[in-house]
């Protein structure tokens, strides 16, 4: 029988951990075993997006008191590993599964760290028999919490379980649970940020389900601010409520129902005599269930905020994805500080949202600005205004025809290049605008217009063919429209699965609608090809991403003075706002506008930005930042070459050197397709002068290095040289490559082997030429 020192992992694991766990009283429905929780980062390299398996976030077990409940977490070790050595991993992992109870085992006992007792975090070592059973943990985490049996009756409450075997994220499960017990101890006021794309419905449904099911909310109301999302949220989630749900329609009120969807124009006519919600009593509800409240709750003056206060004796739930704190408004102020907030930078770690890449592309009248020549005229004949334009002037006040038609030419080549049946929204300043991209995109693509005219759409408050086909455009297995070009109508509530290209051109001046557009791009469909997403930007809005503020805990900003009060307006939905806003200027613009064309408009520099291996928006350069990133790994060209040609496959360099964010695709793009990538980095990092691989596969011809092998030998050593020269030293370093057709001719891949005598014949071989290939750096 093998020593315990001498088992693996896993075996520690069967034979010692799990029976000491299940000897404690937990069943196997408690024990979660290998359960991974983050689904890995998606890494974009050039126009591939693959899944980083190594930053999957995985515990070797789980334990639920109930199965809503993670309530322990145990990281197992070789025996050969001291007792307590995976403790600080597992303590990790319980920040993300709001775990109190911490186990670290490397079969000879228990490592505890337990967070619940009141004289502070204790951790101490317990004997293998000596594991705490489920109701030990449950009653310790009851005491940390105050917990009485009435709140434990509604936190145990299980969630709805999906026939198809869907449970909630971890995330997810923290917002429910947190929500729950809040809930359930009285708090009235609760506030839950989760970025777009993250599921906020199906967890506003959840603790519905458990507050509903376990008899504490009799009556709910779910408020929305669009029409799209009631009926998104009435046919997905909320259909598992079956008959006890109704939708406010026209303002009809049966007061017979328990769940209750609602706009929030639905139940208000803007008159405090007739409002429709009046006709149910001020404690007919519960529970108010706030969607998107960075709208309608945040502001003191918001008719919204008015149903609100008229269901006051209600818990309110308040869900977002971008808190609204400014001098005037404020989600903070009316619901409090966030119980939990899962934000866009932990939503991409995680793999649960698309990572991005930035386009900015630089205009000559953008970056230097434009002054008319003396004399100019606009298209009407009048003269133009002799002063100094800038971006912020075009499309608002001053239209440059020859800036919309390069726009769009670079759009339609970006497109071109990568997928032009790619989603694509293109954000403009206001309808005109909208109008104007639209035509101008039809007319670079006009070989797809001809086949269907749905290809480019302008989906505006006021375009009626455009808004029919909005349905169209956010669902993936309808391919058209493909390019939408809009101003304000589509920066919310448009579940754009597939959408791959945002394009902004358009100033915009709020982080929060910034965070809005993003969010358009941020989901995840697998099954149509969407991993990431591209911003296109024209007005360097990206800037945002800089901004400390982007994508951190939210912060009460707005000053509260005593006996404030503020002006009542009447507000309405955002359906309806966004559409007015798209139409307020709508018969003014043209004649505010002046438009001119003959204008020299040329491209001054692109820069592809990437988000790096820390969540964050590389800010310079691909040349720049491959510098920076290779020196902080080789300080000298020496240093690099002896890496380099010490190692027995330079592949593993280049993994090495994407793991550190250097995108090896985006590059060759930048610098030269038909480079090596260990000339790139030479001439990049160290200023070396660079040779192509032609150059490099010439060089080894003329020193007559085959000379030394047989004729057939020599013949597939001039193959992979070609191979090389063609695509890359990553493509000849696999003996797999002796499978392709190119090798047909000379047998299998065992008797081409041969002809270098064996394997490590073969090996040496390919190693010797690599040799050959990087003599001239």
């Not at 310790?140 to 969630?159: A, F, G, L």
């Not at 009435?234 to 769940?259: L, P, Q």
């Not at 990092?685 to 032609?694: E, G, I, N, Q, V």
Request: proline share 3%; glycine share 6%.
């Amino acid at each position: 029988m093998a020593l315990k020192k001498d088992l693996t992992e896993q075996e520690i694991r069967s034979r010692y951990i799990l029976p000491a766990i299940q000897k404690a009283g937990w069943q196997p429905y408690q024990i979660g075993e290998e359960r991974s929780f983050t689904a890995g980062t998606i890494k974009v390299k050039g126009d591939r997006a693959i899944r980083d398996k190594k930053t999957i976030k995985r515990v070797d077990y789980i334990l639920y008191y109930k199965p809503n409940i993670p309530i322990a977490i145990i990281e197992a070790k070789k025996n050969t590993l001291h007792l307590s050595t995976g403790i600080q991993q597992a303590l990790n992992y319980a920040k993300f599964l709001d775990v109190p109870f911490v186990y670290s085992s490397n079969g000879d006992g228990f490592y505890e760290h337990d967070k619940t007792l009141s004289n502070g975090i204790i951790e101490r070592e317990l004997e293998l028999d000596n594991f705490p059973s489920p109701d030990e943990l449950w009653e310790r985490y009851k005491k940390y919490k105050n917990i009485t049996p009435k709140e434990e009756k509604i936190i145990i409450q299980e969630y709805y379980h999906d026939r198809s075997g869907r449970e909630p994220r971890y995330y997810q499960q923290n917002a429910i649970n947190r929500t729950v017990e809040a809930v359930a101890k009285g708090q009235n006021r609760i506030l839950l940020v989760m970025a777009t794309g993250t599921g906020k419905t199906y967890t506003a449904f959840q603790i519905i389900y458990r507050l509903w099911k376990s008899g504490l909310k009799k009556r709910i109301l779910f408020l929305a601010d669009r029409n799209a999302l009631i009926d998104q949220t009435v046919k997905g989630d909320f259909r598992h409520f079956k008959d006890k749900k109704t939708v406010i329609r026209k303002k009809r009120i049966d007061k017979s129902y328990e769940i209750y969807l609602a706009l929030y124009q639905g139940l208000t006519n803007y008159d405090e005599d007739s409002d429709a919600y009046r006709e149910f009593s001020p404690d007919f509800f519960d529970l108010v269930i706030i969607d998107e409240a960075h709208r309608g709750s945040a502001s003191a003056d918001s008719a919204w905020r008015e149903i609100l206060n008229y269901f006051s004796k209600a818990t309110h739930i308040g869900l977002t994805a971008t808190p609204k704190e400014t001098k005037d408004v404020s989600n903070i102020e009316y619901f409090g500080e966030p119980i939990y907030t899962y934000s866009l930078k932990q939503g991409i770690e995680d793999g649960f949202l698309a990572p991005y890449k930035v386009l900015r592309i630089g205009l000559n009248v953008d970056l230097e600005g434009w002054r008319p020549e003396k004399g100019k005229r606009d298209i009407e004949g009048k003269e133009v205004e002799n002063q100094e334009y800038n971006r912020k002037d075009y499309d608002k006040n001053l239209v440059l025809l020859d800036r919309s038609e390069v726009v769009a030419k670079k759009i339609t080549e970006y497109l071109k290049k990568h997928d032009r049946f790619a989603k694509t929204i293109v954000f403009c300043v206001d309808i005109e605008h909208a109008n104007r991209m639209r035509n101008a995109l039809a007319k670079e693509n006009s070989d797809l217009m001809a086949k269907d005219s749905r290809y480019v759409m302008q989906i505006t408050g006021d375009n009626r063919d455009g808004k029919q086909e909005l349905d169209n455009f956010i669902n993936p297995a309808e391919k058209y429209p493909v390019i939408a070009t809009t101003s304000k109508l589509m920066t919310t509530g448009v579940d754009a699965q597939t959408c791959k290209l945002i394009v902004l051109d358009s100033e915009i001046n709020s982080i929060t609608e910034f965070k809005q557009i993003i969010g358009r791009g941020t989901r995840i469909n697998e099954e149509y090809g969407k991993r990431f997403f591209t911003i296109m930007d024209f007005r360097e809005v990206t800037k945002h991403f800089s901004d400390k503020d982007f994508d951190g805990e939210p912060i009460q900003i707005k000053e509260i003075k005593e006996n404030e009060e503020l002006p009542v307006e009447k507000s309405k939905s955002t359906e309806e706002s966004l559409a007015k806003e798209d139409n307020k200027s709508k018969t003014t613009e043209k004649k505010e506008k002046v438009f001119v064309d003959n204008v020299d408009v040329t491209v001054l520099n692109e820069r592809v930005q990437l988000i790096n291996s820390k969540g964050e928006l590389i800010m310079v350069s691909l040349r720049d930042y491959t510098k920076t990133k290779v020196k902080e790994e080789f300080a000298t060209l020496n240093d690099f070459l002896n890496k380099w040609n010490s190692s027995s496959k330079k592949e593993a360099i280049i993994r090495e050197l994407e793991d550190k964010g250097i995108i090896i695709e985006e590059f060759k793009e930048e610098i030269g397709k038909n480079m090596d990538i260990f000339d790139i980095i030479c001439h990049c990092a160290f200023d070396m002068p660079p040779l192509t691989r032609k150059e490099r596969a010439n060089g080894v011809i003329k020193r007559n290095y085959f000379s030394k092998y047989k004729d057939k030998a020599q013949e597939v050593l001039k193959i992979l040289l070609e191979k090389y020269a063609n695509e890359g030293i990553e493509n000849i370093e696999d003996i797999k490559v002796l499978k392709l057709s190119d090798f047909k001719e000379f047998g299998s891949p065992m008797e081409i082997v041969k002809l270098f005598g064996n394997k490590d014949g073969y090996i040496k071989a390919i190693e010797e030429l690599e040799e050959e290939l990087y003599k001239v750096a």
